[in-house]
Protein backbone atom coordinates (compact mmCIF):
# COMPACT_ATOMS: atom_id res chain seq x y z
CA UNK A 1 0.00 0.00 0.00
CA UNK A 2 1.01 3.69 -0.91
CA UNK A 3 -0.13 7.33 -0.26
CA UNK A 4 -0.79 8.96 -4.20
CA UNK A 5 -1.92 12.27 -4.30
CA UNK A 6 -4.25 13.52 -6.59
CA UNK A 7 -3.95 17.55 -7.48
CA UNK A 8 -6.87 19.63 -8.74
CA UNK A 9 -7.05 23.80 -9.45
CA UNK A 10 -9.95 25.46 -8.03
CA UNK A 11 -9.77 29.50 -8.10
CA UNK A 12 -6.60 29.90 -9.44
CA UNK A 13 -5.16 27.69 -6.23
CA UNK A 14 -3.46 24.29 -6.56
CA UNK A 15 -5.52 21.34 -3.89
CA UNK A 16 -3.70 18.27 -3.12
CA UNK A 17 -5.99 15.65 -1.73
CA UNK A 18 -4.44 11.97 -0.98
CA UNK A 19 -6.00 8.42 -0.74
CA UNK A 20 -4.33 4.75 0.05
CA UNK A 21 -3.50 2.62 -2.63
CA UNK A 22 -2.60 -0.92 -3.31
CA UNK A 23 -1.15 -2.80 -5.71
CA UNK A 24 -3.12 -6.22 -6.69
CA UNK A 25 -1.54 -8.95 -8.63
CA UNK A 26 -4.44 -10.23 -11.40
CA UNK A 27 -4.19 -12.65 -14.16
CA UNK A 28 -1.84 -12.72 -17.09
CA UNK A 29 0.70 -11.30 -13.96
CA UNK A 30 -0.55 -7.44 -14.72
CA UNK A 31 -0.65 -5.32 -12.09
CA UNK A 32 -3.77 -2.96 -11.10
CA UNK A 33 -3.92 -0.50 -8.67
CA UNK A 34 -7.22 -0.74 -5.90
CA UNK A 35 -8.40 2.43 -3.89
CA UNK A 36 -8.64 1.67 -0.53
CA UNK A 37 -9.32 4.88 1.38
CA UNK A 38 -9.80 8.39 0.65
CA UNK A 39 -8.38 10.85 3.05
CA UNK A 40 -9.27 14.28 1.92
CA UNK A 41 -6.70 17.44 1.46
CA UNK A 42 -4.37 16.42 4.49
CA UNK A 43 -1.61 18.48 6.42
CA UNK A 44 2.05 17.52 5.77
CA UNK A 45 1.86 16.07 9.44
CA UNK A 46 -0.82 13.91 8.84
CA UNK A 47 0.78 13.04 5.41
CA UNK A 48 4.03 11.49 7.34
CA UNK A 49 1.67 9.17 9.64
CA UNK A 50 -0.07 7.80 7.62
CA UNK A 51 2.91 6.79 5.38
CA UNK A 52 4.12 5.52 9.14
CA UNK A 53 0.98 3.74 9.53
CA UNK A 54 1.38 2.06 6.35
CA UNK A 55 4.79 0.97 6.58
CA UNK A 56 3.85 -0.93 9.59
CA UNK A 57 1.41 -2.41 8.58
CA UNK A 58 3.00 -3.87 5.74
CA UNK A 59 5.80 -5.04 7.65
CA UNK A 60 3.53 -7.62 10.04
CA UNK A 61 1.74 -8.24 7.13
CA UNK A 62 5.17 -10.05 5.72
CA UNK A 63 5.80 -12.30 8.67
CA UNK A 64 4.93 -15.77 8.22
CA UNK A 65 2.42 -17.40 10.48
CA UNK A 66 2.48 -21.55 11.20
CA UNK A 67 -0.56 -23.57 11.52
CA UNK A 68 -1.41 -27.17 12.38
CA UNK A 69 -4.56 -29.04 12.06
CA UNK A 70 -5.58 -32.23 13.92
CA UNK A 71 -8.20 -34.69 12.35
CA UNK A 72 -10.75 -36.38 14.74
CA UNK A 73 -8.05 -39.59 14.02
CA UNK A 74 -4.86 -37.59 14.75
CA UNK A 75 -5.39 -39.30 18.82
CA UNK A 76 -4.85 -42.66 17.96
CA UNK A 77 -2.98 -44.51 20.61
CA UNK A 78 -3.62 -42.14 23.43
CA UNK A 79 -5.34 -43.41 26.72
CA UNK A 80 -9.31 -42.47 26.71
CA UNK A 81 -9.59 -38.67 28.61
CA UNK A 82 -12.33 -36.72 29.41
CA UNK A 83 -9.81 -33.67 28.61
CA UNK A 84 -9.69 -34.93 24.95
CA UNK A 85 -11.83 -34.41 22.24
CA UNK A 86 -12.09 -35.86 18.99
CA UNK A 87 -13.28 -33.47 16.39
CA UNK A 88 -14.42 -33.99 12.86
CA UNK A 89 -12.99 -31.47 11.29
CA UNK A 90 -14.83 -32.78 7.60
CA UNK A 91 -18.18 -32.27 9.24
CA UNK A 92 -16.91 -28.54 10.31
CA UNK A 93 -20.34 -25.64 9.63
CA UNK A 94 -20.27 -22.42 9.10
CA UNK A 95 -23.42 -20.78 10.39
CA UNK A 96 -25.81 -17.31 11.30
CA UNK A 97 -23.06 -14.79 9.67
CA UNK A 98 -24.58 -11.35 11.57
CA UNK A 99 -22.89 -8.19 11.46
CA UNK A 100 -20.40 -7.35 13.89
CA UNK A 101 -18.41 -4.47 13.40
CA UNK A 102 -20.44 -1.34 12.90
CA UNK A 103 -22.66 -2.71 15.94
CA UNK A 104 -18.99 -3.05 18.04
CA UNK A 105 -18.28 1.03 16.91
CA UNK A 106 -21.21 2.11 17.75
CA UNK A 107 -21.37 0.38 21.54
CA UNK A 108 -17.91 2.07 21.50
CA UNK A 109 -19.00 5.60 20.94
CA UNK A 110 -21.70 4.74 23.54
CA UNK A 111 -19.06 3.92 26.19
CA UNK A 112 -16.92 6.87 25.42
CA UNK A 113 -20.34 8.93 25.97
CA UNK A 114 -20.68 6.78 28.96
CA UNK A 115 -24.51 7.34 27.93
CA UNK A 116 -24.88 3.44 29.69
CA UNK A 117 -23.55 4.37 33.02
CA UNK A 118 -26.09 7.61 32.42
CA UNK A 119 -29.42 5.41 31.44
CA UNK A 120 -28.27 3.01 33.82
CA UNK A 121 -29.17 4.69 36.87
CA UNK A 122 -32.59 6.05 35.25
CA UNK A 123 -33.69 3.40 33.17
CA UNK A 124 -33.91 0.81 36.49
CA UNK A 125 -34.11 -2.91 35.34
CA UNK A 126 -37.78 -4.36 35.36
CA UNK A 127 -39.35 -6.97 37.77
CA UNK A 128 -38.44 -9.53 34.92
CA UNK A 129 -35.45 -8.37 34.40
CA UNK A 130 -35.48 -6.18 31.32
CA UNK A 131 -32.17 -4.03 31.15
CA UNK A 132 -34.09 -1.05 29.72
CA UNK A 133 -30.58 0.78 29.07
CA UNK A 134 -29.85 -2.44 26.40
CA UNK A 135 -33.20 -1.87 24.89
CA UNK A 136 -32.49 1.92 24.52
CA UNK A 137 -29.02 0.94 22.77
CA UNK A 138 -30.31 -1.01 20.30
CA UNK A 139 -32.79 1.74 19.10
CA UNK A 140 -30.08 4.43 19.26
CA UNK A 141 -27.63 1.53 17.05
CA UNK A 142 -30.68 1.33 14.57
CA UNK A 143 -30.94 4.43 14.27
CA UNK A 144 -27.34 5.02 13.71
CA UNK A 145 -26.67 1.85 11.63
CA UNK A 146 -29.46 1.15 9.72
CA UNK A 147 -32.60 3.35 10.17
CA UNK A 148 -36.05 2.18 9.96
CA UNK A 149 -39.51 1.17 11.92
CA UNK A 150 -39.71 -1.01 15.20
CA UNK A 151 -41.42 -3.54 13.30
CA UNK A 152 -38.39 -4.19 10.62
CA UNK A 153 -36.58 -4.23 13.84
CA UNK A 154 -37.77 -6.64 15.35
CA UNK A 155 -38.44 -8.87 12.57
CA UNK A 156 -35.49 -9.12 10.55
CA UNK A 157 -32.59 -6.57 11.65
CA UNK A 158 -32.03 -7.53 15.62
CA UNK A 159 -31.23 -11.26 14.17
CA UNK A 160 -28.91 -9.92 11.63
CA UNK A 161 -26.80 -8.18 14.31
CA UNK A 162 -24.11 -9.21 16.82
CA UNK A 163 -25.68 -6.66 19.36
CA UNK A 164 -26.99 -9.35 21.29
CA UNK A 165 -23.92 -10.85 21.19
CA UNK A 166 -21.68 -7.36 22.23
CA UNK A 167 -24.79 -7.17 25.16
CA UNK A 168 -24.59 -10.47 26.79
CA UNK A 169 -28.50 -10.97 25.88
CA UNK A 170 -31.25 -12.22 23.75
CA UNK A 171 -33.59 -12.04 21.44
CA UNK A 172 -36.20 -11.04 23.71
CA UNK A 173 -34.31 -7.68 24.44
CA UNK A 174 -35.81 -6.63 20.59
CA UNK A 175 -39.25 -7.60 21.47
CA UNK A 176 -41.71 -4.88 19.78
CA UNK A 177 -43.61 -4.35 22.92
CA UNK A 178 -40.33 -3.87 24.86
CA UNK A 179 -39.26 -1.41 21.93
CA UNK A 180 -42.09 0.71 22.27
CA UNK A 181 -42.46 0.35 25.99
CA UNK A 182 -38.70 2.41 25.99
CA UNK A 183 -39.95 5.19 23.90
CA UNK A 184 -42.43 6.07 26.89
CA UNK A 185 -39.65 6.07 29.50
CA UNK A 186 -37.25 8.37 27.97
CA UNK A 187 -38.62 11.92 27.67
CA UNK A 188 -38.57 12.88 31.53
CA UNK A 189 -34.77 12.40 31.04
CA UNK A 190 -34.15 14.78 28.11
CA UNK A 191 -32.75 17.87 30.07
CA UNK A 192 -30.53 15.59 31.91
CA UNK A 193 -29.23 14.12 28.61
CA UNK A 194 -28.24 17.97 27.83
CA UNK A 195 -26.40 18.44 30.63
CA UNK A 196 -24.41 14.59 30.48
CA UNK A 197 -23.44 15.52 27.04
CA UNK A 198 -21.77 18.98 27.32
CA UNK A 199 -19.85 17.93 30.39
CA UNK A 200 -18.52 14.74 27.99
CA UNK A 201 -17.89 17.11 25.01
CA UNK A 202 -15.63 19.38 27.50
CA UNK A 203 -13.74 16.87 28.51
CA UNK A 204 -12.56 14.68 25.23
CA UNK A 205 -12.68 17.62 22.69
CA UNK A 206 -12.01 20.60 24.96
CA UNK A 207 -15.01 22.48 23.37
CA UNK A 208 -15.99 25.73 24.26
CA UNK A 209 -19.59 27.04 24.73
CA UNK A 210 -18.68 30.84 23.61
CA UNK A 211 -20.37 30.51 19.73
CA UNK A 212 -23.68 28.62 19.52
CA UNK A 213 -25.62 28.19 16.16
CA UNK A 214 -29.46 28.10 16.34
CA UNK A 215 -31.60 26.89 13.03
CA UNK A 216 -35.09 25.07 12.48
CA UNK A 217 -36.19 22.23 10.13
CA UNK A 218 -39.27 20.64 9.87
CA UNK A 219 -40.30 17.04 9.76
CA UNK A 220 -43.90 15.69 8.25
CA UNK A 221 -45.79 12.34 9.15
CA UNK A 222 -48.15 10.56 7.15
CA UNK A 223 -51.30 10.86 9.54
CA UNK A 224 -54.63 11.54 9.34
CA UNK A 225 -55.74 14.31 11.13
CA UNK A 226 -57.71 15.93 12.98
CA UNK A 227 -56.09 15.43 15.95
CA UNK A 228 -56.50 17.08 19.47
CA UNK A 229 -56.21 20.32 20.48
CA UNK A 230 -52.88 20.50 22.48
CA UNK A 231 -51.62 17.91 19.21
CA UNK A 232 -48.20 19.22 18.19
CA UNK A 233 -49.20 18.13 14.64
CA UNK A 234 -50.18 20.56 12.73
CA UNK A 235 -49.88 21.79 9.12
CA UNK A 236 -47.50 24.90 8.10
CA UNK A 237 -44.82 25.74 6.16
CA UNK A 238 -42.81 22.66 5.06
CA UNK A 239 -38.89 22.66 4.28
CA UNK A 240 -39.91 18.92 2.79
CA UNK A 241 -42.20 20.25 0.38
CA UNK A 242 -44.61 18.34 1.50
CA UNK A 243 -47.41 20.85 2.80
CA UNK A 244 -50.33 18.62 2.03
CA UNK A 245 -48.95 16.78 5.57
CA UNK A 246 -49.08 17.42 9.32
CA UNK A 247 -45.62 18.38 10.62
CA UNK A 248 -44.29 18.92 13.91
CA UNK A 249 -40.84 21.94 14.07
CA UNK A 250 -37.52 20.90 15.15
CA UNK A 251 -35.04 23.41 16.80
CA UNK A 252 -32.09 22.74 17.19
CA UNK A 253 -28.63 24.03 19.13
CA UNK A 254 -25.24 23.03 17.61
CA UNK A 255 -21.67 24.28 18.18
CA UNK A 256 -19.75 25.12 15.21
CA UNK A 257 -18.07 21.83 15.52
CA UNK A 258 -20.89 20.19 14.79
CA UNK A 259 -21.99 19.03 18.60
CA UNK A 260 -25.71 19.23 19.41
CA UNK A 261 -26.34 20.94 22.54
CA UNK A 262 -30.45 21.46 22.87
CA UNK A 263 -33.24 20.68 20.47
CA UNK A 264 -36.78 21.56 20.95
CA UNK A 265 -40.41 19.93 19.32
CA UNK A 266 -42.39 22.50 18.54
CA UNK A 267 -45.92 22.85 16.75
CA UNK A 268 -45.89 22.08 12.88
CA UNK A 269 -47.53 25.48 12.76
CA UNK A 270 -45.05 27.19 14.85
CA UNK A 271 -43.33 30.61 13.17
CA UNK A 272 -39.70 31.11 13.46
CA UNK A 273 -39.69 34.45 14.66
CA UNK A 274 -41.58 32.98 17.59
CA UNK A 275 -38.91 30.39 19.12
CA UNK A 276 -35.98 32.20 19.75
CA UNK A 277 -37.05 33.88 23.34
CA UNK A 278 -37.63 31.11 24.58
CA UNK A 279 -35.00 29.11 23.52
CA UNK A 280 -32.60 31.79 24.96
CA UNK A 281 -33.93 31.40 28.08
CA UNK A 282 -33.70 27.56 28.14
CA UNK A 283 -30.13 28.35 27.11
CA UNK A 284 -29.26 30.97 30.09
CA UNK A 285 -30.79 28.77 33.09
CA UNK A 286 -29.28 25.55 31.51
CA UNK A 287 -25.67 26.99 30.90
CA UNK A 288 -26.26 30.42 32.77
CA UNK A 289 -25.19 33.61 31.76
CA UNK A 290 -21.67 34.24 29.69
CA UNK A 291 -20.71 35.63 26.37
CA UNK A 292 -21.92 33.83 24.01
CA UNK A 293 -22.18 34.54 20.04
CA UNK A 294 -25.24 32.90 18.88
CA UNK A 295 -25.29 32.90 14.91
CA UNK A 296 -28.90 32.44 12.82
CA UNK A 297 -30.47 33.22 9.84
CA UNK A 298 -32.22 35.33 8.54
CA UNK A 299 -36.21 35.46 9.69
CA UNK A 300 -36.14 33.73 13.06
CA UNK A 301 -35.33 36.72 15.28
CA UNK A 302 -37.81 39.84 15.41
CA UNK A 303 -37.08 43.87 15.93
CA UNK A 304 -38.29 43.33 19.75
CA UNK A 305 -36.10 39.85 20.43
CA UNK A 306 -33.04 41.89 19.40
CA UNK A 307 -33.79 44.66 21.01
CA UNK A 308 -33.79 42.67 24.44
CA UNK A 309 -30.62 40.71 22.94
CA UNK A 310 -29.18 44.00 23.11
CA UNK A 311 -30.55 45.25 26.36
CA UNK A 312 -29.75 42.30 28.50
CA UNK A 313 -27.13 41.93 31.31
CA UNK A 314 -24.57 41.15 30.37
CA UNK A 315 -25.56 41.68 26.17
CA UNK A 316 -26.43 38.58 24.51
CA UNK A 317 -24.30 38.66 21.51
CA UNK A 318 -25.78 37.77 18.27
CA UNK A 319 -24.70 37.47 13.95
CA UNK A 320 -27.76 37.22 11.90
CA UNK A 321 -28.42 36.92 8.23
CA UNK A 322 -30.58 39.91 7.02
CA UNK A 323 -33.00 39.84 3.86
CA UNK A 324 -31.34 41.20 0.56
CA UNK A 325 -34.71 43.89 0.76
CA UNK A 326 -33.17 45.48 3.37
CA UNK A 327 -30.16 46.28 1.37
CA UNK A 328 -32.43 48.94 -0.47
CA UNK A 329 -32.49 50.88 3.29
CA UNK A 330 -29.21 51.17 3.46
CA UNK A 331 -27.75 51.07 -0.47
CA UNK A 332 -26.67 54.44 -0.86
CA UNK A 333 -25.06 54.81 2.15
CA UNK A 334 -22.79 51.55 1.80
CA UNK A 335 -22.02 52.71 -1.96
CA UNK A 336 -19.71 55.25 -0.51
CA UNK A 337 -18.07 52.73 1.55
CA UNK A 338 -14.97 51.45 0.49
CA UNK A 339 -14.40 47.30 0.05
CA UNK A 340 -11.95 46.08 2.29
CA UNK A 341 -10.54 42.11 2.06
CA UNK A 342 -11.70 40.20 4.35
CA UNK A 343 -10.03 36.75 3.08
CA UNK A 344 -9.02 35.85 -0.37
CA UNK A 345 -12.54 35.84 -2.70
CA UNK A 346 -13.96 37.63 0.05
CA UNK A 347 -14.37 42.05 0.68
CA UNK A 348 -16.25 43.50 2.61
CA UNK A 349 -17.93 47.11 3.60
CA UNK A 350 -19.00 48.42 6.86
CA UNK A 351 -21.89 50.63 8.42
CA UNK A 352 -22.23 51.27 12.06
CA UNK A 353 -25.74 52.31 12.41
CA UNK A 354 -27.55 52.93 15.86
CA UNK A 355 -25.34 50.66 17.89
CA UNK A 356 -24.85 47.77 15.65
CA UNK A 357 -22.75 46.82 12.51
CA UNK A 358 -23.94 46.44 9.51
CA UNK A 359 -21.47 44.19 7.32
CA UNK A 360 -22.05 43.75 3.48
CA UNK A 361 -19.80 40.46 2.14
CA UNK A 362 -19.69 39.60 -1.23
CA UNK A 363 -17.71 36.58 -2.33
CA UNK A 364 -16.53 35.80 -5.45
CA UNK A 365 -17.32 31.83 -5.42
CA UNK A 366 -20.86 32.71 -4.20
CA UNK A 367 -21.10 35.14 -7.44
CA UNK A 368 -19.99 32.61 -9.34
CA UNK A 369 -22.45 29.94 -8.41
CA UNK A 370 -25.40 32.09 -7.91
CA UNK A 371 -24.88 33.74 -11.15
CA UNK A 372 -25.01 30.10 -13.00
CA UNK A 373 -28.03 29.25 -11.44
CA UNK A 374 -29.52 32.62 -12.09
CA UNK A 375 -28.75 32.50 -15.83
CA UNK A 376 -29.58 28.59 -15.91
CA UNK A 377 -33.02 29.44 -14.99
CA UNK A 378 -33.46 32.29 -17.08
CA UNK A 379 -32.06 30.46 -20.06
CA UNK A 380 -34.80 27.89 -19.01
CA UNK A 381 -37.20 30.23 -18.83
CA UNK A 382 -37.37 32.07 -21.78
CA UNK A 383 -37.24 28.80 -23.43
CA UNK A 384 -40.15 27.65 -21.96
CA UNK A 385 -42.00 31.18 -22.85
CA UNK A 386 -41.04 30.46 -26.88
CA UNK A 387 -42.68 27.34 -26.80
CA UNK A 388 -45.70 28.51 -25.50
CA UNK A 389 -45.76 30.96 -27.85
CA UNK A 390 -45.71 28.60 -30.35
CA UNK A 391 -48.64 26.54 -29.25
CA UNK A 392 -52.39 26.62 -30.05
CA UNK A 393 -53.81 27.15 -26.91
CA UNK A 394 -57.32 28.41 -25.39
CA UNK A 395 -56.60 31.54 -23.45
CA UNK A 396 -57.52 29.41 -20.36
CA UNK A 397 -54.86 26.31 -21.23
CA UNK A 398 -52.55 29.50 -21.60
CA UNK A 399 -52.64 31.18 -18.74
CA UNK A 400 -52.24 27.52 -16.90
CA UNK A 401 -49.11 26.78 -18.99
CA UNK A 402 -47.73 30.40 -18.02
CA UNK A 403 -48.45 29.74 -14.13
CA UNK A 404 -46.91 26.37 -14.72
CA UNK A 405 -43.63 28.06 -15.83
CA UNK A 406 -43.88 30.72 -13.22
CA UNK A 407 -43.87 27.70 -10.66
CA UNK A 408 -40.69 26.72 -11.46
CA UNK A 409 -38.43 29.19 -11.82
CA UNK A 410 -40.23 31.80 -9.63
CA UNK A 411 -36.79 33.51 -9.31
CA UNK A 412 -36.38 34.71 -13.15
CA UNK A 413 -39.48 35.56 -13.86
CA UNK A 414 -39.03 38.72 -11.63
CA UNK A 415 -37.17 39.64 -14.38
CA UNK A 416 -39.43 38.75 -17.12
CA UNK A 417 -42.00 41.06 -18.09
CA UNK A 418 -44.79 38.91 -19.60
CA UNK A 419 -47.87 40.55 -20.68
CA UNK A 420 -51.45 38.82 -21.55
CA UNK A 421 -53.59 39.58 -24.17
CA UNK A 422 -57.15 40.74 -22.13
CA UNK A 423 -59.19 38.36 -24.95
CA UNK A 424 -57.02 36.79 -26.94
CA UNK A 425 -54.37 33.92 -26.20
CA UNK A 426 -51.31 35.38 -26.78
CA UNK A 427 -48.51 37.43 -25.13
CA UNK A 428 -45.66 39.05 -25.25
CA UNK A 429 -42.67 39.01 -22.73
CA UNK A 430 -39.63 40.93 -22.88
CA UNK A 431 -36.25 41.10 -19.86
CA UNK A 432 -36.75 43.50 -16.98
CA UNK A 433 -32.96 44.88 -18.00
CA UNK A 434 -33.44 47.72 -14.64
CA UNK A 435 -34.34 44.47 -12.00
CA UNK A 436 -31.65 42.25 -13.82
CA UNK A 437 -28.57 45.16 -13.15
CA UNK A 438 -30.08 45.01 -9.81
CA UNK A 439 -30.05 41.31 -9.12
CA UNK A 440 -26.42 41.22 -10.76
CA UNK A 441 -25.27 43.52 -8.08
CA UNK A 442 -26.60 41.47 -5.38
CA UNK A 443 -25.40 38.32 -6.91
CA UNK A 444 -22.98 36.70 -4.18
CA UNK A 445 -23.70 39.59 -1.75
CA UNK A 446 -24.71 39.03 2.19
CA UNK A 447 -25.61 41.92 4.59
CA UNK A 448 -25.25 40.25 8.18
CA UNK A 449 -26.40 42.45 11.45
CA UNK A 450 -24.71 42.46 14.59
CA UNK A 451 -24.00 44.00 17.91
CA UNK A 452 -20.06 43.07 17.94
CA UNK A 453 -18.83 46.34 16.76
CA UNK A 454 -15.51 45.52 17.69
CA UNK A 455 -15.12 42.30 15.89
CA UNK A 456 -12.62 42.01 12.73
CA UNK A 457 -15.12 41.69 10.18
CA UNK A 458 -13.22 38.36 8.54
CA UNK A 459 -14.49 36.72 11.78
CA UNK A 460 -17.55 38.20 11.71
CA UNK A 461 -17.58 36.51 7.80
CA UNK A 462 -16.47 33.21 9.32
CA UNK A 463 -18.77 33.24 11.91
CA UNK A 464 -21.71 32.62 9.65
CA UNK A 465 -20.43 30.52 7.24
CA UNK A 466 -20.36 27.76 10.25
CA UNK A 467 -24.32 27.64 9.97
CA UNK A 468 -23.51 24.84 7.31
CA UNK A 469 -23.00 22.88 10.79
CA UNK A 470 -26.33 23.14 11.81
CA UNK A 471 -27.17 22.59 7.96
CA UNK A 472 -25.57 19.34 7.80
CA UNK A 473 -27.13 18.35 11.08
CA UNK A 474 -30.66 18.41 9.85
CA UNK A 475 -28.94 16.94 6.73
CA UNK A 476 -27.88 14.18 8.42
CA UNK A 477 -31.22 13.61 10.81
CA UNK A 478 -33.29 13.58 7.96
CA UNK A 479 -30.92 11.62 5.47
CA UNK A 480 -28.49 9.36 6.86
CA UNK A 481 -30.24 8.65 10.12
CA UNK A 482 -33.57 8.66 8.43
CA UNK A 483 -35.66 10.72 10.69
CA UNK A 484 -38.80 10.32 8.81
CA UNK A 485 -40.97 9.06 7.89
CA UNK A 486 -42.12 8.75 11.03
CA UNK A 487 -44.24 5.42 11.79
CA UNK A 488 -45.34 6.62 15.26
CA UNK A 489 -48.99 7.54 16.13
CA UNK A 490 -49.39 8.60 19.85
CA UNK A 491 -47.47 12.17 20.09
CA UNK A 492 -45.39 10.63 23.09
CA UNK A 493 -44.03 8.43 20.98
CA UNK A 494 -43.05 10.60 18.31
CA UNK A 495 -40.88 12.70 20.51
CA UNK A 496 -39.19 9.58 21.86
CA UNK A 497 -38.52 8.85 17.97
CA UNK A 498 -36.98 12.43 17.72
CA UNK A 499 -35.10 12.30 20.70
CA UNK A 500 -33.58 8.60 19.78
CA UNK A 501 -32.67 10.12 16.33
CA UNK A 502 -30.96 12.87 18.17
CA UNK A 503 -29.11 9.99 20.20
CA UNK A 504 -27.95 8.75 17.10
CA UNK A 505 -27.18 11.88 15.95
CA UNK A 506 -24.92 12.80 19.12
CA UNK A 507 -22.66 9.43 18.50
CA UNK A 508 -22.62 10.68 14.48
CA UNK A 509 -21.40 13.73 15.72
CA UNK A 510 -18.68 12.65 18.17
CA UNK A 511 -17.39 10.01 15.76
CA UNK A 512 -16.89 13.12 13.09
CA UNK A 513 -14.93 15.27 15.95
CA UNK A 514 -12.67 11.93 15.83
CA UNK A 515 -12.04 11.87 12.33
CA UNK A 516 -11.68 15.55 11.83
CA UNK A 517 -7.89 15.60 13.47
CA UNK A 518 -7.71 12.49 11.12
CA UNK A 519 -8.35 12.99 7.66
CA UNK A 520 -11.64 15.21 6.24
CA UNK A 521 -12.22 13.20 3.06
CA UNK A 522 -13.49 10.23 5.91
CA UNK A 523 -17.34 10.13 7.09
CA UNK A 524 -19.13 8.84 9.67
CA UNK A 525 -21.23 6.92 7.44
CA UNK A 526 -17.79 5.65 5.19
CA UNK A 527 -16.41 4.36 8.68
CA UNK A 528 -19.07 2.98 9.76
CA UNK A 529 -19.45 0.95 6.34
CA UNK A 530 -16.06 0.34 6.71
CA UNK A 531 -16.21 -1.40 9.72
CA UNK A 532 -19.48 -3.02 8.49
CA UNK A 533 -17.67 -5.35 6.74
CA UNK A 534 -16.17 -7.60 9.22
CA UNK A 535 -18.73 -10.08 10.28
CA UNK A 536 -19.58 -12.34 12.70
CA UNK A 537 -19.75 -16.51 12.09
CA UNK A 538 -20.29 -19.07 14.30
CA UNK A 539 -18.09 -22.32 13.79
CA UNK A 540 -19.64 -25.38 14.34
CA UNK A 541 -17.23 -28.61 14.51
CA UNK A 542 -19.26 -31.83 15.39
CA UNK A 543 -17.36 -34.09 18.12
CA UNK A 544 -16.83 -37.94 17.91
CA UNK A 545 -19.29 -37.86 21.02
CA UNK A 546 -22.16 -36.65 20.04
CA UNK A 547 -21.31 -32.85 21.09
CA UNK A 548 -20.71 -29.69 19.52
CA UNK A 549 -17.46 -27.73 19.53
CA UNK A 550 -18.84 -24.22 19.15
CA UNK A 551 -16.96 -20.86 18.08
CA UNK A 552 -18.23 -17.31 17.76
CA UNK A 553 -15.39 -15.45 15.75
CA UNK A 554 -15.41 -12.28 14.03
CA UNK A 555 -13.88 -12.30 10.61
CA UNK A 556 -10.36 -11.11 10.17
CA UNK A 557 -10.54 -7.06 9.21
CA UNK A 558 -8.89 -5.78 6.55
CA UNK A 559 -5.75 -3.73 5.77
CA UNK A 560 -8.07 -0.50 5.54
CA UNK A 561 -9.48 -1.19 8.71
CA UNK A 562 -6.38 -1.74 10.69
CA UNK A 563 -5.28 1.40 9.18
CA UNK A 564 -8.39 3.15 10.60
CA UNK A 565 -8.20 1.02 13.84
CA UNK A 566 -4.30 2.28 14.45
CA UNK A 567 -5.69 5.82 13.46
CA UNK A 568 -8.52 5.99 16.11
CA UNK A 569 -6.59 3.84 18.66
CA UNK A 570 -9.10 1.10 19.16
CA UNK A 571 -8.13 -2.33 19.73
CA UNK A 572 -10.60 -5.12 18.84
CA UNK A 573 -11.75 -7.13 21.88
CA UNK A 574 -10.46 -10.50 21.80
CA UNK A 575 -12.32 -13.24 20.44
CA UNK A 576 -15.08 -14.84 22.34
CA UNK A 577 -14.08 -18.34 24.26
CA UNK A 578 -15.28 -21.30 22.48
CA UNK A 579 -17.89 -23.46 24.35
CA UNK A 580 -19.37 -27.16 24.01
CA UNK A 581 -22.76 -27.46 23.64
CA UNK A 582 -24.88 -30.89 24.26
CA UNK A 583 -25.22 -33.57 26.67
CA UNK A 584 -22.31 -34.14 28.68
CA UNK A 585 -20.09 -37.97 27.79
CA UNK A 586 -20.74 -40.78 29.80
CA UNK A 587 -17.26 -41.55 31.20
CA UNK A 588 -15.44 -45.08 29.99
CA UNK A 589 -15.45 -47.38 32.20
CA UNK A 590 -12.16 -48.02 34.10
CA UNK A 591 -10.23 -50.95 32.81
Not at 245 to 262: D, R
Not at 351 to 362: I, N
Not at 453 to 467: F, G, I, M, N
Amino acid sequence: MFLRATIRKKNGKEHRYWSIVENKRVDGGKVRQRHVLYLGEINASQERAWRKSIEVLDEQADRPRTLALFPEDGCDGVMPDSSIVRLRLSQLRLCRPRQWGACWLALRLWEELQLGEFWGKRLPRSRKGTRWEHVLLVLVAYRLLSPGSEWRLYRLWYERSALGDLLGSDSGIADIHKLYECHDRLLEHKQAVFDHLVARWRNLFNVTFDVLLYDLTSTYFESDPPFGENDKRRFGYSRDRRSDCVQVIIALVVTPEGLPLAYEVMAGNTQDRATLRDFLARIEQQYGKARRIWVMDRGIPTEEVLQEMRASDPPVQYLVGTPKGRLNKFEKQLLDKPWHEARPGVQVKLLPQDGELYVLAESADRVSKERAIRRRKLRWLWARLKEIKGMQLTREELLMKLGAARSQASAAWRLVVVDVAEKEASFTCKLNRDKLRKARRREGRYLLRSNLTEQDPAKLWSYYLQLVAVEEAFKNLKGDLALRPIHHQKEGRIEAHIFIAFLAYCLHATLRCRLHALAPGLTPRSVFDKFAAVQMIDVHIPITDGRELVHERYTEPERDLKLLLEKLKLALPQQPPPKITGSTPVPAPAA
